[in-house]
């Protein structure tokens, strides 16, 4: 059997919080068309939906969202129409919920940053994504903040100062402007024992994610693969990498 493919959205198949490029999607869902595809996001499902397409969604075996605290798997019924059955779901705890929330307040007041927005931290499915610029930033905005932490670091400096606060909790850089927050254990490695542990034994599994590097959001995942033999990760900057790559041999597995 071939290889079984996960790929993250936000950064890989398309750019952050945006819809898929139209002319990528066409060329996606047709190399898609024998091959075994999982999605891999910190996205909520209907996010995910929104930014790559039904038809794509569709053409998936299943949607590991909300960093692989919740997953769908594809149902498809003998008309091939798909329906979305939910296998798992974790949910996020912290002690002191209200002092919790109240210290990532602070951090957007400490930061220097002038454009803040509003909606700073999004609960979703086992986890939290925080932003300083926040949720209700246009795409400029968002852009504008991305450049300013390249150069200054402030999501890794948060994450760090987080990170020894609150022990049972992780801190990870998420899309282009968030940080991911959710209990220790379950970040996107956990896919792997949830999924595809026994598969690894035989077939070679391959991820593609943009923030492969630590504390990326998809450097648990990476990391794990790389323990087996046929785990494979490979990081890219954005959409056009991944389309390049989709071109390669190692892809036409």
Request: a neutral charge; hydrophobic letters at 35%.
């Amino acid at each position: 059997m071939g290889a079984i493919y996960l790929f993250d959205v936000d950064g890989t198949l398309t750019a952050a919080k945006s819809k898929i490029n139209p002319s990528f999607a066409a060329d996606f869902f047709e190399w898609m068309g024998d091959k075994e595809v999982y999605i891999v996001s910190g996205g909520s499902f209907e996010r995910i939906v929104d930014q790559i397409g039904v038809r794509i969604l569709n053409q998936t075996e299943g949607v590991f969202a909300c960093m692989g605290n919740i997953f769908y798997r594809n149902k498809r019924t003998l008309s091939k129409y798909s329906e979305w059955d939910k296998v798992y779901e974790n949910k996020f705890t912290v002690k002191k919920p209200k002092l919790f929330f109240s210290e990532l307040e602070r951090e957007v007041m400490k930061s220097p940053y002038p454009i803040k927005t509003g909606q700073h931290y999004e609960v979703r499915t086992g986890m939290v994504n925080f932003s300083i610029v926040g949720c209700d930033a246009t795409p400029e905005e968002r852009e504008g903040y991305a450049i300013y932490d390249d150069l200054h670091r402030e999501r890794l400096q948060i994450v760090e100062r987080l990170k020894k606060k609150y022990k049972g909790i992780d801190f990870v850089i998420g899309g282009a402007v968030s940080i991911d927050i959710f209990n220790i254990g379950n970040d996107k490695s956990q896919v792997l024992n949830n999924y595809f542990k026994e598969q690894l034994k035989h077939r070679s599994v391959v991820f593609v994610g943009d923030r492969i590097e630590y504390p990326g959001n998809d450097y648990s995942l990476a990391q794990a693969l790389r323990g087996y033999e046929k785990g494979q990760a490979i990081e890219v900057k954005s959409w056009k990498d991944t389309a390049a790559l989709l071109k390669t041999i190692r892809f036409e597995v």
